[in-house]
């Protein structure tokens, strides 16, 4: 089970830091991915860390903002938001996928976490 968290609400320019925890499942194998869901949108890919953290991509918009980062040894994952903007306001979910290949498909990610609200003000 993944529980993210770290959500709020920040005004335009502030920072936030989502963590992702795993419980009764070790990720240190896992590809890690966090996605998010505005009102009325479809989820959409954010970031996506490989089992190391040797490999990170990020969709076009948060890049240079956002950062991923896992500590296997305390089966955490992390995503750092900084600059953020209100078009970044959503639900912010964690997933997990058992394969060693980082990748950006939503339906291919096995577990989700419940989701954390950010909201961003202008």
């Known amino acids: 089970q993944l529980q993210a968290s770290g959500g709020g609400l920040v005004q335009a320019g502030g920072s936030l830091r989502l963590s992702c925890a795993a419980s009764?499942?070790?990720?240190?194998?896992?590809?890690m991915g966090w996605f998010r869901q505005a009102p009325g949108k479809e989820r959409e890919f954010v970031a996506v860390?490989?089992?190391?953290?040797?490999?990170?991509y990020y969709t076009d918009s948060v890049k240079g903002r956002f950062t991923i980062s896992r500590d296997n040894a305390e089966n955490m994952v992390y995503l750092q938001m900084n600059s953020l903007k209100p078009e970044d306001t959503a639900v912010y979910y964690c997933?997990?996928?058992?394969?060693?290949?980082?990748?950006?498909?939503?339906?291919?990610?096995?577990?989700w976490g419940q989701g954390t609200l950010v909201t961003v003000s202008s």
């Open positions: 997933a997990a996928d058992p394969g060693a290949v980082p990748h950006t498909i939503v339906t291919l990610y096995d577990y």
């Open positions: 009764g499942r070790t990720l240190s194998t896992y590809s």
């Open positions: 860390i490989n089992w190391s953290g040797g490999r990170r």
